[in-house]
């Protein structure tokens, strides 16, 4: 039976769709979702057909494997950008392994998978840097070994959300933090981009495109898109903008 949601906002589909165990969830929910008004916050009319163009893109993918659907909505380049820019590594090739030991259970599939790939080399390491870089120390309490043993042991719709912990610590957190809803801790990048930032971003783009190691002509195309506002590829020209970044310095 197809679990419904009170969607109220652009965003909330975008929140819907965060996690491979979601998937299902979404795609059982998309008439719904559709079918009631969706106004982008702060009439921000573009967000809401980027994210109604997203939900008709994962209901055309509902059919393929959901590994490869995983890798969709965790890859900053779809996969007709990286063949055109030259990129070699395959999203796909890296989470292929969880998705085929956990074949019967997507969305445990896609908690190994986020353990091998997205805490390890993105979480963890932005949290190593940024904390050596002021001289702290830091430690996760929630990757201790017998924390996760136990997170691992529990069946995998338990894990689904923070219910468990909710429950764990009602008697220590406040009521207004257990009920809150999720935070993250995104920058304004898409408004950088198209302002303080402009004038670095056009020269190091022309600067990267000028290099070779990437078509030039998908640069200016990303770049030129997100400027003009016609779409918003603010992650794709920060990796791109950090390469080139990168680039200078050491190469």
Do not use: Q
């Amino acid at each position: 039976m197809p679990i419904h949601l009170d969607v109220t906002s652009a965003r909330d589909i975008a929140a819907a769709a965060t996690t491979c165990a979601d998937i299902e969830i979404l795609i059982n929910n998309a008439g719904a979702m559709l079918a009631t008004p969706v106004l982008a916050e702060n009439s921000e009319d573009m967000l809401r057909r980027e994210m109604e163009v997203n939900v008709f893109g994962m209901l055309a993918m509902s059919r393929a494997p959901l590994g490869d659907l995983y890798a969709d909505l965790v890859s900053v380049f779809t996969p007709s950008m990286r063949t055109v820019l030259g990129l070699g590594s395959r999203v796909e090739d890296v989470i292929a392994g969880p998705f085929s030991r956990h074949a019967g259970d997507p969305a445990a599939a896609a908690g190994f998978a986020d353990l091998g790939t997205y805490l390890a080399n993105d979480i963890l390491m932005k949290v190593d840097i940024a904390s050596m870089a002021n001289g702290l120390e830091v430690r996760c309490p929630f990757l201790d070994r017998d924390v996760v043993d136990l997170a691992l042991r529990m069946p995998t719709a338990l894990r689904r959300g923070k219910g468990v912990l909710r429950t764990a610590f009602h008697d220590l957190v406040p009521a207004s933090i257990l009920a809150r809803r999720k935070m993250g801790f995104g920058v304004p990048l898409t408004e950088w981009l198209r302002g303080s930032l402009r004038p670095l971003l056009e020269d190091a783009m022309s600067t990267l495109s000028a290099r070779g190691l990437l078509e030039s002509l998908e640069i200016r195309r990303l770049t030129s898109e997100h400027l003009s506002g016609a779409a918003d590829h603010r992650d794709r020209l920060w990796l791109l903008l950090v390469l080139e970044l990168w680039a200078r310095r050491f190469l």
